[in-house]
C-alpha cells in the first residue's frame, strides 16, 4: 500500500521506555505523533533509554532536546552511568554553563533571583547551570529545562573542604533535582570518613546522580578520576595553597588535564572573558563554566571601575 502523509503522521515514530515517578513502574510508551512527544514532557514520565531519545532526533529536533534533558533530570538508578555521562556531555560539549550563585549578604541572594537569572541564562544559549544549595537547585529546576550541577556550600569546624563535604549534603542536593553533584576533590582533610573513592562511591550508591570533582591540580584531577569520579573541574585553582594564585584562569592545568584525564574536564574559576573561554575549550575542555562574569553584577562593576581608576 502506498504510504500517504496520513499514513505517515498515524504511524509510531519510536517507543520509548522508561519509569514513571508516580508510582515507581517501568513502562513502555508507544510515541503515535509529534504532538505525543509534547505530552510526554508534560508527564511524569522520565526516560532512560539513550537510544531511543537520540532516535528522536530526525523527526522531532525540539522534542529530541527536551527529551535528552528529561534524561538528565533526577535520573532513576536503571540508567547506566556512562550513558548519563554521555547524555550530559553531549549537551554541554564545546558550549558554556552558567554558575548561578549568590551567598548570603549578597544583593542577589536568594532562590527565586537565582532561579531568573537561570532563566536568562537559558534564554542567551546556556547548555546547563551550576547552583548552589538544595533551595536553590529546587527553584531552578523549576524554572529551567536545563540539566543542573548542585552543590551544598557549608562550613564545617576544622576541615577547609566546603563544596558538598558530606554525605549528606550529597543526599540533599541529588533530592533538590540535581543531576550531578559537584564535590571538593582536593587533598584536603575532608569531614567524611573514608578515601574519596569511598565519598564517591557512597554518593553514587545513594543518590544515582554524576559526581562532578572539583580539583586545584593536576595529581588532584588524575586522583578524582581514579576516585571514579565521572566529571572533573578547575574549579578549586587559586583557592588552596598548593595551587597557582592568579588573578586569570588556570589555562596550564586544562591544558594537562585535558591531555591525560579519560573523563569529561570542565574549565572553572575566574573566567571573564569570551576569548578566555574560546582558550580553555581549545585546549581541551568539554564545556567551560561561567560565573561572577555573568551572574555577579556587584563583581562586574567593581572590574569596570577598578579598570577606570587605572586609565
Known amino acids: ?11 509510531p515514530i519510536l517507543k520509548i521506555t522508561g519509569i514513571t515517578q508516580i508510582p515507581q513502574i517501568t513502562t513502555e510508551k508507544s510515541v503515535e505523533s509529534v504532538d505525543d512527544l509534547h505530552g510526554l514532557q508534560r508527564t511524569k514520565f522520565r526516560l532512560f533509554d539513550v537510544s531511543s531519545v537520540l532516535s528522536v532526533s530526525p523527526r522531532c ?8 534533558q528529561s ?8 540508567i547506566p552511568r556512562q550513558q548519563r555521562v554521555a547524555a550530559f556531555t553531549a549537551q554541554v560539549a564545546g558550549g558554556l554553563i ?7 549578604g549578597e544583593p542577589l541572594f536568594g532562590a527565586e533571583i537565582m532561579a531568573r537569572l537561570a532563566v536568562a ?34 562550613d564545617i569546624p576544622g576541615y577547609p573542604v566546603y563544596i558538598t563535604p558530606t554525605l549528606d549534603h550529597a543526599r540533599q542536593v541529588a533530592a533538590a533535582g540535581a543531576a550531578i553533584i559537584a564535590i571538593d576533590a582536593t587533598a584536603r582533610p575532608r569531614p567524611h570518613l573514608g578515601s574519596l573513592t569511598d565519598f564517591i562511591t557512597a ?51 586544562v591544558r594537562t588535564l585535558a591531555a591525560r584525564l579519560q573523563v569529561p574536564l570542565l574549565a572553572e574559576g575566574r573566567y571573564r572573558t569570551p576569548e578566555e573561554a574560546r582558550q580553555a575549550l581549545e585546549l581541551g575542555a568539554t ?12 563583581q562586574i562593576t567593581r572590574w569596570f571601575v ?6
Request: aromatic share 2%; net charge negative.
Open 306 to 311: 577598578d579598570g577606570l581608576r587605572k586609565a
Open 98 to 104: 552558567v554558575s548561578c550563585q549568590a551567598l548570603p
Open 61 to 68: 529536533a525540539r522534542c529530541n532536546e527536551r527529551l535528552d
Open 121 to 154: 541564562a537559558a534564554g542567551g544559549g546556556a547548555r546547563a547551570i551550576r547552583a548552589n544549595t538544595p533551595v536553590d537547585i529546587r527553584a531552578i529546576h523549576a524554572a529551567v529545562a536545563l540539566p543542573i550541577i548542585g552543590l551544598y556550600k557549608a
Open 203 to 253: 554518593i553514587h550508591a545513594e543518590t544515582a546522580c554524576l559526581v562532578l570533582a572539583d580539583v586545584a591540580t593536576h595529581d588532584e584531577g588524575l586522583a578524582a578520576e581514579a576516585a571514579g569520579a565521572d566529571l572533573v573541574s578547575t574549579t578549586m585553582s587559586g583557592y588552596t595553597d598548593d595551587s597557582p594564585q592568579q588573578p586569570g584562569p588556570d589555562l596550564a592545568l
Open 1 to 11: 500500500m502506498e504510504e500517504t502523509q496520513s499514513t505517515r503522521r498515524n504511524s
Open 287 to 298: 564545556a567551560v563554566v561561567v560565573g561572577g562574569a555573568i551572574t555577579r553584577p556587584q
Open 71 to 78: 534524561l538528565m533530570d533526577k535520573p532513576s538508578i536503571d
